[in-house]
């Protein structure tokens, strides 16, 4: 099973930025996908997910209304759209899949089996 990130960069207050997730290998047709984010010296977080087949996100509140994770299950891809960045949303963004993911586990990093490299965003002020 491969993650590969990519989209991240540098960018100011305001502007916006796409991530993008290629997934290879995954066993299960309709896996949890997700984003996490780790700050400098911060513990990793939750970001977004969709849960199995829902089809339905879950956002952090602190990126509600202005990120939206989207899945192209022809593709085998994961997007995160991030706009109106803020400083606080730096971070090295990883996207994470899992085929045991449950309901009351998929904002915990440890429900995740498998792990991109993580593409680093900085927000500048």
């Known amino acids: 099973v491969q993650l590969q990130a990519s989209g991240g960069g540098l960018v100011q207050a305001g502007e916006s930025l796409r991530l993008s997730c290629v997934m290879s290998?995954?066993?299960?047709?309709?896996?949890?996908v997700a984003w996490f984010r780790q700050a400098p010296g911060k513990e990793r977080e939750f970001v977004a997910d969709?849960?199995?087949?829902?089809?339905?996100?879950l956002y952090a509140d602190s990126v509600k209304g202005r990120f939206t994770i989207s899945r192209d299950r022809a593709k085998k891809t994961v997007d995160l759209q991030m706009n109106s960045l803020k400083p606080e949303d730096t971070a090295i963004y990883y996207c994470?899949?899992?085929?045991?993911?449950?309901?009351?586990?998929?904002?915990?990093?440890?429900?995740?089996?498998?792990w991109g490299q993580g593409t680093l965003v900085t927000v500048s002020s």
């Open positions: 290998g995954l066993t299960v047709s309709r896996p949890s």
């Open positions: 969709i849960f199995r087949s829902s089809g339905s996100p």
């Open positions: 994470a899949a899992g085929e045991s993911v449950t309901w009351s586990t998929q904002t915990t990093p440890n429900a995740y089996g498998y």
